[in-house]
């Protein structure tokens, strides 16, 4: 008869012992046992089995008042009054004999091995059923950390036993059809790691917000891990790209965004934790640093691959040793089992106000509804169905209550936060880490919810229109013109990865700049030219650095890379800053800076201003900013265009400045492109063809100049038309000199989303590629294949034929 295993080291479990030890418990083995060998470091510990717990069960017949006590549950007894009970009666009931001695032996052997007396441990409930593919148990059962000496762990083995049926895990179980009985817990018991003089987080292999599987994302924030699970901090966020990961020479880390990290869980004197706030300092500074950051998306991968699927894993940092820890891992649960080939799309129909409240968007989707503002959780029949949750964090304890809502908003937590988790799994819009959600919303005021806008959500007075769709990838045509994407938004640009577009087109590093950098980089380089409101705000806006310009490189570089990453390795065409004086202006210590202009249009803007003293040097933080993610991060399928350039002089000079900052056309695949937008380009295309690899038309800006029209001028709207035969025949003309040459033409514009017979004459001109904004793509790629089929026939796939007669679109085809 085989002898009843109660406690087993984790060094003998693997994912086998799923049904034995639950799969926490036996991830934490399967790493200890197989991964070790690779650098992956997993604290000791060991687990009690499931068979310990059944044990339990059996003294006194507590199975059975058990199951009497859920009988009643489905009879309409209170939640409540039933967990209560149970719990009870598990705390009643006395551990068995065997079980305590045997941990209590497990305990001291684990103290040896660490030549400690009575060493802290964390102890973690494991349900037999956790973190398979179709459940997420993960938060539904007690942790408790700083464990030191036999009885508080033999207490704390206790009440993990009794926190399989609190209120929030009775209730998972009955909606997600689980037998109560037919779950187990295993208790694991695990050495702790001084994260309390360091920092923890949580780390993704994919991005949790969009499924993009060609990064890891790693959270972190002072002290233990709890806050950032639980949403008490705004953690720092750190974001890899794994193909960069496979160049040691290459810096994978492609955006790093600081927290406010206000406080932190640290050892309470009489055991057990507490929370306290953290230092200015604390607050400003990472927690890890890039080579930390690689070590961990390293450990990450290889638990990744080791498994076979996108996974959620726990880390912690040791302050005594400066060591890293995985102290968790378990199968990614949301976005893995998303379909790939299906894109729903939400967007609001209404033009909104300005938003209430603005925070970290979780989920793409629009909800709305009363505001019901709670402090703590209630009693389900007194949360509305439908309703806005407005609380400052949520626990397991709110799940109940989250179910109901149709949107959640948060004072705290990032994008791995128990609100952010959660959330996503209900399929519930969520906007995290609002800061003030509860102080601006009203109990009781109608709002709009709206995820569907990029990377912050916004909370809008009253019930907007929204409209949702749903686009089956699968069904989109091939075509032979390439359809890419027009990207500004970096916090956006993985929410895309899932469309079939062929690269970006268009990425502007203006909206970077004023939306990430949010400040004139010459007032950066400069700020002895600045008022003394505009030097402070300039302070505050760049703390922590110590090097203003550096400010400016890392976080347009963080935007350029996401932007890349989102479509490695197809090209991806970013154009260098092409703000007019007035905008520039506007920018925070602008205004120094620019000259007032009668015509901003068409003045100092573009090529004009990067060879110039007035601003060279910002020109050259952008060059710096894109050799980094080109040269350092590994990116090289960025493609630099430049806009605006009147002359083949300044193209020479722009292209002379380009190469002083490392960024030689040719070199280390480097193309160059120049907008087409100027009727010179088009005059002189063979000329500017010399000197750049494409030509990507601006088609706004070539059929304001051609016609000599303000596009911004009311009075004249009716002419301004990219149809007229001016401006087709120039895009004809280009095109056909361009390809003559080798040199590819794109168009970026608004019309080809617009009007389908613009982009036939597009598709008839014989154009290499069109750009479009992201919510347009399904329409226009199933347009150009229209087109293509018209033109070419069942050949349409076949290569493009210069020379063919091409058809004006204003010749009413």
């Not at 044990?55 to 058990?66: F, M, Q, T």
């Not at 060059?623 to 002359?647: D, K, Q, S, W, Y």
Request: proline share 5%; charged share 25%.
């Amino acid at each position: 008869m085989a002898t009843t295993r109660r406690v087993i080291p984790f060094a003998e479990l693997g994912r086998q012992d799923v049904g034995r030890v639950g799969g926490k418990n036996a991830s934490l083995g399967e790493m200890t046992a197989h991964l070790a060998s690779t650098g992956v470091r997993v604290p000791p510990g060991f687990a009690t089995t499931a068979d310990a717990y059944g044990e339990l069960l059996a003294g006194h017949v507590l199975r059975g008042r058990i199951d009497e006590q859920l009988g009643r549950l489905h009879e309409g007894a209170a939640l409540e009054e039933v967990g209560a009970a149970i719990r009870s009666m598990l705390l009643a009931e006395p551990l068995p004999a065997e079980l305590r001695t045997e941990i209590v032996s497990a305990y001291e052997q684990l103290a040896r091995d660490q030549g400690r007396d009575e060493p802290e441990v964390a102890v973690r409930s494991s349900a037999t059923a956790e973190d398979l593919p179709e459940a997420s148990f993960a938060g539904q059962q007690e942790t408790y950390l700083n464990v030191r000496g036999t009885a508080r762990l033999l207490e704390a083995v206790h009440r993990c036993y009794a926190s399989l049926f609190t209120d929030r895990a009775i209730d998972y179980r009955e909606r997600m059809g689980f037998d109560h009985l037919s779950v187990a817990l295993s208790v694991g018991v695990q050495v702790m790691v001084r994260s309390d003089l360091a920092g923890a987080g949580v780390m993704f292999t994919l991005d949790p917000e969009s499924g993009f599987p060609e990064v890891t994302v790693v959270s972190a924030a002072w002290g233990l891990g709890e806050t950032v699970v639980s949403g008490q901090v705004d953690p720092d966020e750190y974001t890899v790209f794994k193909p960069s990961m496979k160049d040691a020479s290459l810096d994978p880390v492609i955006d790093v965004r600081i927290g406010a990290k206000r406080q932190k869980a640290v050892y309470a004197e009489q055991g057990m934790t507490q929370t306290v706030d953290t230092m200015g300092e604390e607050r400003s500074r990472r927690v890890l640093t890039d080579a930390e950051v690689r070590l961990l998306a390293g450990w990450a991968l290889t638990v990744e691959e080791h498994y076979g699927c996108p996974m959620d894993l726990e880390w912690a940092k040791d302050g005594l040793t400066g060591d890293l820890w995985i102290v968790q891992a378990r199968p990614e649960t949301v976005q893995s089992r998303r379909r790939v080939s299906t894109l729903r799309r939400c967007r609001l129909t209404a033009q909104p106000g300005e938003a209430l409240v603005e925070g970290i968007a979780v989920g793409e989707a629009i909800g709305r509804g009363p505001i019901v503002a709670l402090d703590s959780p209630v009693d389900l029949d007194r949360f509305p169905a439908g309703g806005v949750l407005v609380t400052g964090i949520t626990d397991p304890d709110w799940e109940p209550i989250m179910k109901r809502a149709s949107a959640i908003v948060t004072d705290h937590g990032g994008r791995t936060s128990h609100a952010a988790i959660v959330s996503r799994e209900l399929g519930v819009p969520a906007i995290v880490g609002t800061g003030r959600a509860t102080e601006v919303l009203g109990d009781g005021q109608d709002v709009t919810v709206s995820c569907a806008e990029g990377g912050r959500g916004r909370v809008y007075a009253g019930l907007l229109d929204y409209q949702e769709t749903e686009t089956d990838l699968a069904e989109l045509p091939v075509t032979r013109t390439r359809i890419m994407l027009n990207l500004a938004d970096p916090s956006a640009a993985f929410r895309w990865w899932r469309l079939p577009a062929d690269g970006v087109g268009l990425a502007r590093l203006e909206f970077i700049v004023a939306h990430q950098v949010k400040a004139h980089p010459m007032a950066l380089l400069h700020p002895e030219r600045l008022d003394h409101h505009d030097r402070c705000a300039i302070d505050q806006l760049t703390e922590g650095y110590l090097d203003r310009a550096q400010y400016f490189v890392d976080r347009l570089a963080y935007g350029i890379a996401r932007i890349a990453a989102s479509r490695w390795p197809s090209p991806v065409v970013v154009r260098t800053s092409d703000f007019k004086t007035n905008e520039y202006a506007r920018l925070l210590g602008g205004r120094p800076f620019e000259p007032s202009e009668a015509n901003p249009m068409i003045g100092w803007r573009g090529a004009s201003r990067y060879y110039s003293d007035g601003y060279r040097e910002g020109f050259a933080l952008e060059c710096r900013a894109l050799r980094r993610v080109r040269e350092e991060m590994g990116l090289t399928n960025v493609i630099v265009m430049i806009p605006f350039c009147r002359t083949l002089e300044e193209a020479d000079r722009v292209l002379e400045v380009m190469a002083q900052q490392g960024l030689q056309r040719g070199d280390n695949g480097l193309k160059a492109y120049v907008m087409a937008e100027i009727p010179a380009n088009i005059i002189l295309a063979g000329d500017f063809a010399e000197r750049f690899d494409g030509f990507s038309i601006g088609s706004n800006d070539l059929t304001q100049l051609t016609l000599g029209v303000d596009r911004d001028s009311e009075a004249l709207s009716h002419i301004f038309d990219e149809s007229n035969p001016a401006v087709t025949r120039s895009i004809e003309t280009l095109v056909s000199r361009a390809q003559a040459v080798g040199r590819t033409v794109g168009l970026c514009g608004q019309r080809p989303s617009d009007d389908a017979d613009f982009t036939e004459f597009l598709v008839d001109a014989g154009i290499d590629s069109i750009s479009v904004a992201p919510d347009s793509f399904a329409t226009v790629k199933q347009h150009v294949a229209a087109a293509e089929l018209n033109r070419h026939g069942t050949d349409r796939m076949s290569p493009a034929q210069p020379g063919k007669p091409r058809v004006d679109v204003s010749s009413g085809r």
